[in-house]
Protein backbone atom coordinates (compact mmCIF):
# COMPACT_ATOMS: atom_id res chain seq x y z
CA UNK A 1 0.00 0.00 0.00
CA UNK A 2 1.22 3.09 -0.95
CA UNK A 3 -0.20 5.24 1.98
CA UNK A 4 -1.26 8.58 1.68
CA UNK A 5 0.68 11.03 -0.80
CA UNK A 6 -1.00 14.13 -0.02
CA UNK A 7 0.95 16.01 3.27
CA UNK A 8 0.11 18.82 5.37
CA UNK A 9 3.21 22.04 4.54
CA UNK A 10 3.34 25.20 5.55
CA UNK A 11 3.64 27.51 3.11
CA UNK A 12 4.76 30.79 4.32
CA UNK A 13 6.82 32.24 2.06
CA UNK A 14 5.06 33.95 -1.61
CA UNK A 15 1.36 32.70 -0.42
CA UNK A 16 0.40 36.00 1.97
CA UNK A 17 -3.10 34.01 1.26
CA UNK A 18 -2.44 31.34 3.05
CA UNK A 19 -1.10 30.33 6.32
CA UNK A 20 -1.37 26.73 5.52
CA UNK A 21 -3.03 24.53 2.67
CA UNK A 22 -2.79 21.26 1.84
CA UNK A 23 -0.50 20.01 -1.12
CA UNK A 24 -1.94 17.29 -3.66
CA UNK A 25 1.03 15.61 -5.43
CA UNK A 26 -1.25 13.36 -8.23
CA UNK A 27 -4.21 13.70 -10.03
CA UNK A 28 -5.96 11.15 -11.96
CA UNK A 29 -7.59 12.58 -15.22
CA UNK A 30 -9.60 10.78 -18.20
CA UNK A 31 -9.83 12.57 -21.24
CA UNK A 32 -13.50 12.82 -22.83
CA UNK A 33 -14.46 9.65 -25.55
CA UNK A 34 -15.72 10.30 -29.20
CA UNK A 35 -19.07 9.95 -27.98
CA UNK A 36 -18.92 12.15 -25.22
CA UNK A 37 -21.85 14.67 -27.13
CA UNK A 38 -24.15 11.67 -25.86
CA UNK A 39 -23.37 12.43 -22.17
CA UNK A 40 -26.32 13.90 -19.81
CA UNK A 41 -26.81 17.58 -19.71
CA UNK A 42 -29.62 20.14 -18.58
CA UNK A 43 -27.90 22.84 -20.77
CA UNK A 44 -29.08 24.58 -23.89
CA UNK A 45 -25.69 25.81 -25.05
CA UNK A 46 -25.70 23.49 -27.91
CA UNK A 47 -23.41 20.06 -28.55
CA UNK A 48 -20.09 20.28 -27.70
CA UNK A 49 -17.22 20.03 -29.95
CA UNK A 50 -15.21 17.06 -29.99
CA UNK A 51 -12.16 18.02 -30.82
CA UNK A 52 -12.05 21.12 -28.66
CA UNK A 53 -12.94 19.62 -25.54
CA UNK A 54 -9.88 17.02 -26.38
CA UNK A 55 -7.70 20.41 -26.81
CA UNK A 56 -9.68 22.48 -23.74
CA UNK A 57 -8.60 18.67 -21.40
CA UNK A 58 -4.90 18.74 -22.41
CA UNK A 59 -5.04 22.16 -21.60
CA UNK A 60 -6.69 21.81 -18.12
CA UNK A 61 -3.95 18.40 -17.65
CA UNK A 62 -1.15 20.80 -18.32
CA UNK A 63 -2.25 23.58 -15.84
CA UNK A 64 -2.43 20.80 -13.43
CA UNK A 65 1.01 19.81 -14.28
CA UNK A 66 2.37 23.83 -13.84
CA UNK A 67 0.63 23.05 -10.10
CA UNK A 68 3.45 19.90 -9.59
CA UNK A 69 1.04 17.45 -10.29
CA UNK A 70 1.93 13.56 -11.33
CA UNK A 71 -0.78 12.98 -13.95
CA UNK A 72 -2.85 9.61 -13.97
CA UNK A 73 -3.70 9.56 -17.26
CA UNK A 74 -6.93 7.02 -18.28
CA UNK A 75 -7.99 6.11 -21.00
CA UNK A 76 -11.23 7.58 -22.31
CA UNK A 77 -14.01 5.18 -22.09
CA UNK A 78 -16.72 5.08 -24.64
CA UNK A 79 -19.07 2.90 -22.12
CA UNK A 80 -19.50 5.36 -20.16
CA UNK A 81 -20.23 9.08 -22.44
CA UNK A 82 -19.93 11.09 -19.07
CA UNK A 83 -16.89 9.50 -17.64
CA UNK A 84 -14.56 12.39 -18.18
CA UNK A 85 -16.12 13.69 -15.21
CA UNK A 86 -13.81 11.55 -13.15
CA UNK A 87 -14.50 13.67 -9.93
CA UNK A 88 -18.06 12.07 -9.05
CA UNK A 89 -16.58 8.80 -8.74
CA UNK A 90 -14.76 8.69 -5.72
CA UNK A 91 -13.84 11.10 -2.43
CA UNK A 92 -10.46 10.62 -1.77
CA UNK A 93 -8.95 12.73 1.46
CA UNK A 94 -5.24 12.57 3.14
CA UNK A 95 -6.74 9.82 5.66
CA UNK A 96 -9.18 7.84 3.48
CA UNK A 97 -11.20 7.26 0.29
CA UNK A 98 -14.88 6.85 -0.44
CA UNK A 99 -15.64 5.51 -3.51
CA UNK A 100 -19.27 6.85 -4.69
CA UNK A 101 -22.46 5.84 -6.38
CA UNK A 102 -22.89 8.43 -9.09
CA UNK A 103 -26.68 9.71 -8.77
CA UNK A 104 -27.52 8.64 -12.23
CA UNK A 105 -27.64 5.27 -13.06
CA UNK A 106 -25.82 5.49 -17.10
CA UNK A 107 -22.71 6.91 -14.71
CA UNK A 108 -22.17 4.10 -11.85
CA UNK A 109 -20.43 2.16 -13.93
CA UNK A 110 -17.63 4.39 -14.23
CA UNK A 111 -16.56 3.72 -10.48
CA UNK A 112 -14.81 -0.04 -11.04
CA UNK A 113 -11.65 1.62 -12.79
CA UNK A 114 -11.10 4.66 -10.67
CA UNK A 115 -11.30 2.19 -8.13
CA UNK A 116 -8.19 -0.05 -9.21
CA UNK A 117 -6.25 3.25 -10.00
CA UNK A 118 -6.71 4.40 -5.99
CA UNK A 119 -6.67 1.43 -4.57
CA UNK A 120 -2.42 1.23 -4.12
CA UNK A 121 -2.73 4.73 -2.58
CA UNK A 122 -5.45 3.45 0.19
CA UNK A 123 -5.38 0.54 3.12
CA UNK A 124 -8.95 0.59 2.42
CA UNK A 125 -11.32 1.83 -0.16
CA UNK A 126 -15.04 2.59 1.18
CA UNK A 127 -18.40 2.79 -0.50
CA UNK A 128 -21.85 3.67 -0.87
CA UNK A 129 -23.90 1.28 -0.81
CA UNK A 130 -27.86 1.28 -1.92
CA UNK A 131 -29.96 3.32 -0.99
CA UNK A 132 -26.83 5.41 -1.06
CA UNK A 133 -26.60 7.80 -4.07
CA UNK A 134 -23.29 10.45 -4.18
CA UNK A 135 -21.82 12.41 -6.34
CA UNK A 136 -18.16 13.79 -6.07
CA UNK A 137 -19.13 16.91 -7.08
CA UNK A 138 -21.66 17.33 -4.13
CA UNK A 139 -18.66 17.32 -1.71
CA UNK A 140 -16.02 19.98 -0.66
CA UNK A 141 -13.64 19.85 1.56
CA UNK A 142 -12.51 22.98 3.94
CA UNK A 143 -9.90 22.01 5.47
CA UNK A 144 -11.06 18.98 7.70
CA UNK A 145 -14.87 19.68 7.16
CA UNK A 146 -16.79 18.76 4.57
CA UNK A 147 -19.53 20.14 2.95
CA UNK A 148 -21.77 18.02 1.71
CA UNK A 149 -24.80 19.07 -1.13
CA UNK A 150 -28.49 17.31 -0.74
CA UNK A 151 -28.88 17.13 -4.71
CA UNK A 152 -30.27 15.42 -7.72
CA UNK A 153 -27.59 13.36 -7.81
CA UNK A 154 -26.71 13.13 -3.99
CA UNK A 155 -29.23 11.52 -1.48
CA UNK A 156 -29.47 11.89 1.91
CA UNK A 157 -29.08 7.88 2.74
CA UNK A 158 -25.41 8.77 0.63
CA UNK A 159 -24.50 11.86 2.34
CA UNK A 160 -25.01 10.24 5.93
CA UNK A 161 -23.34 7.07 4.46
CA UNK A 162 -20.49 9.34 3.33
CA UNK A 163 -20.46 11.23 6.57
CA UNK A 164 -19.84 8.09 8.91
CA UNK A 165 -16.74 7.07 6.84
CA UNK A 166 -15.68 10.72 7.27
CA UNK A 167 -16.30 10.74 11.04
CA UNK A 168 -14.23 7.35 11.84
CA UNK A 169 -11.40 9.13 10.23
CA UNK A 170 -12.01 12.66 12.68
CA UNK A 171 -13.55 14.76 9.90
CA UNK A 172 -16.78 16.82 10.46
CA UNK A 173 -19.20 17.32 8.02
CA UNK A 174 -22.38 19.54 7.42
CA UNK A 175 -25.40 19.18 4.84
CA UNK A 176 -26.46 21.76 2.42
CA UNK A 177 -30.13 21.18 0.55
CA UNK A 178 -29.73 22.45 -2.81
CA UNK A 179 -32.73 20.44 -4.31
CA UNK A 180 -34.43 23.90 -4.41
CA UNK A 181 -31.79 26.05 -6.01
CA UNK A 182 -31.96 26.80 -9.86
CA UNK A 183 -29.04 26.45 -12.23
CA UNK A 184 -26.86 24.12 -10.40
CA UNK A 185 -26.43 20.33 -11.18
CA UNK A 186 -23.85 20.12 -7.75
CA UNK A 187 -23.02 21.78 -4.75
CA UNK A 188 -19.35 22.84 -5.92
CA UNK A 189 -21.05 23.83 -9.42
CA UNK A 190 -22.03 27.48 -7.04
CA UNK A 191 -19.13 26.96 -4.04
CA UNK A 192 -15.44 26.29 -3.76
CA UNK A 193 -13.21 26.54 -1.04
CA UNK A 194 -9.80 28.33 -1.78
CA UNK A 195 -7.90 28.67 2.06
CA UNK A 196 -7.87 30.88 4.80
CA UNK A 197 -11.66 30.15 5.82
CA UNK A 198 -12.30 31.37 2.28
CA UNK A 199 -15.50 30.07 0.78
CA UNK A 200 -16.35 31.22 -3.24
CA UNK A 201 -20.20 31.57 -3.53
CA UNK A 202 -23.13 32.19 -5.86
CA UNK A 203 -25.88 34.60 -4.54
CA UNK A 204 -28.26 31.14 -4.55
CA UNK A 205 -25.85 29.59 -2.13
CA UNK A 206 -25.11 32.72 -0.08
CA UNK A 207 -27.30 32.65 2.65
CA UNK A 208 -26.92 28.84 3.87
CA UNK A 209 -26.97 28.80 7.82
CA UNK A 210 -24.18 26.25 6.91
CA UNK A 211 -21.91 29.52 5.50
CA UNK A 212 -22.27 31.40 8.26
CA UNK A 213 -18.94 30.77 9.68
CA UNK A 214 -16.78 31.36 6.17
CA UNK A 215 -15.47 34.91 4.95
CA UNK A 216 -17.35 34.51 1.18
CA UNK A 217 -16.19 35.64 -1.99
CA UNK A 218 -19.62 35.94 -3.56
CA UNK A 219 -19.35 35.59 -7.09
CA UNK A 220 -20.99 38.15 -9.55
CA UNK A 221 -24.22 37.86 -11.28
CA UNK A 222 -23.74 36.82 -14.66
CA UNK A 223 -20.30 34.81 -13.44
CA UNK A 224 -22.28 31.75 -11.88
CA UNK A 225 -19.87 29.62 -13.55
CA UNK A 226 -16.80 30.77 -12.19
CA UNK A 227 -17.51 29.76 -8.66
CA UNK A 228 -16.56 25.99 -9.80
CA UNK A 229 -12.68 27.21 -9.26
CA UNK A 230 -10.50 25.07 -7.99
CA UNK A 231 -7.26 25.86 -5.55
CA UNK A 232 -4.33 23.22 -6.65
CA UNK A 233 -1.34 23.92 -4.51
CA UNK A 234 -0.30 27.54 -4.69
CA UNK A 235 -2.73 28.19 -7.96
CA UNK A 236 -6.14 28.92 -8.66
CA UNK A 237 -7.46 27.20 -11.57
CA UNK A 238 -10.49 29.18 -12.86
CA UNK A 239 -12.65 28.99 -16.07
CA UNK A 240 -11.59 31.80 -18.63
CA UNK A 241 -14.13 34.52 -20.16
CA UNK A 242 -15.33 35.71 -15.95
CA UNK A 243 -13.23 39.43 -16.09
CA UNK A 244 -14.76 40.16 -12.75
CA UNK A 245 -14.65 37.16 -10.97
CA UNK A 246 -10.36 36.62 -11.84
CA UNK A 247 -9.48 40.48 -11.22
CA UNK A 248 -11.48 39.51 -7.36
CA UNK A 249 -8.90 36.58 -7.32
CA UNK A 250 -6.28 38.17 -7.84
CA UNK A 251 -6.58 41.56 -5.53
CA UNK A 252 -6.98 38.62 -3.04
CA UNK A 253 -3.39 37.26 -3.74
CA UNK A 254 -3.78 34.31 -5.79
CA UNK A 255 -1.89 33.15 -8.81
CA UNK A 256 -4.44 32.29 -11.19
CA UNK A 257 -4.49 30.17 -14.19
CA UNK A 258 -7.55 30.96 -16.74
CA UNK A 259 -8.85 27.76 -18.74
CA UNK A 260 -11.26 27.54 -21.65
CA UNK A 261 -14.39 25.27 -20.24
CA UNK A 262 -16.51 25.85 -23.10
CA UNK A 263 -17.10 22.71 -24.05
CA UNK A 264 -17.33 20.70 -20.89
CA UNK A 265 -19.91 23.67 -19.33
CA UNK A 266 -22.03 22.42 -22.32
CA UNK A 267 -22.38 19.44 -20.73
CA UNK A 268 -23.44 20.10 -17.22
CA UNK A 269 -18.76 20.28 -16.33
CA UNK A 270 -17.46 22.19 -13.74
CA UNK A 271 -13.75 22.71 -13.88
CA UNK A 272 -13.02 20.57 -10.55
CA UNK A 273 -15.26 17.49 -11.96
CA UNK A 274 -12.56 16.85 -14.32
CA UNK A 275 -10.04 15.40 -11.96
CA UNK A 276 -9.65 13.62 -9.03
CA UNK A 277 -6.37 15.75 -6.97
CA UNK A 278 -5.09 14.04 -3.89
C1 LIG B 1 -23.42 14.61 -15.59
O1 LIG B 1 -24.54 15.09 -15.77
O2 LIG B 1 -23.22 13.74 -14.75
C2 LIG B 1 -22.27 15.14 -16.42
N1 LIG B 1 -22.74 15.49 -17.71
C3 LIG B 1 -21.64 16.33 -15.75
C4 LIG B 1 -21.03 16.02 -14.42
C5 LIG B 1 -20.30 17.19 -13.87
N2 LIG B 1 -19.68 16.86 -12.64
C6 LIG B 1 -19.31 17.75 -11.73
O3 LIG B 1 -19.53 18.92 -11.90
N3 LIG B 1 -18.74 17.29 -10.63
Redo the contacts with the bound molecule.
Keep these: MGGHTRTRLWLRNACSFSDFTTMFTKAIVRPPGRNYAE ?4 MNLGAPNYKRALQQHEAYCEALEQCGLTLMRLEPDERYP ?1 ST ?1 V ?2 TAVLTDRCAILTR ?1 G ?1 AS ?1 VGEVEKIADVVAPFYAELHSIPEPGKL ?3 DICEAEGHFLIGISE ?1 TNKAGAQQLTGWLASYGFSSSFIDITGVKDI ?2 L ?2 GLAYLSDNRLVVIDALADSHEFRDYDLVRVTAGEEYAA ?1 CLLVNDRVLLAAGYPVFEGRMRALGYHTIALEMTEFQK ?4 L ?2 LSLRF
Design positions: GLTTDFEDPARDGGRLHKSNMDGGSC
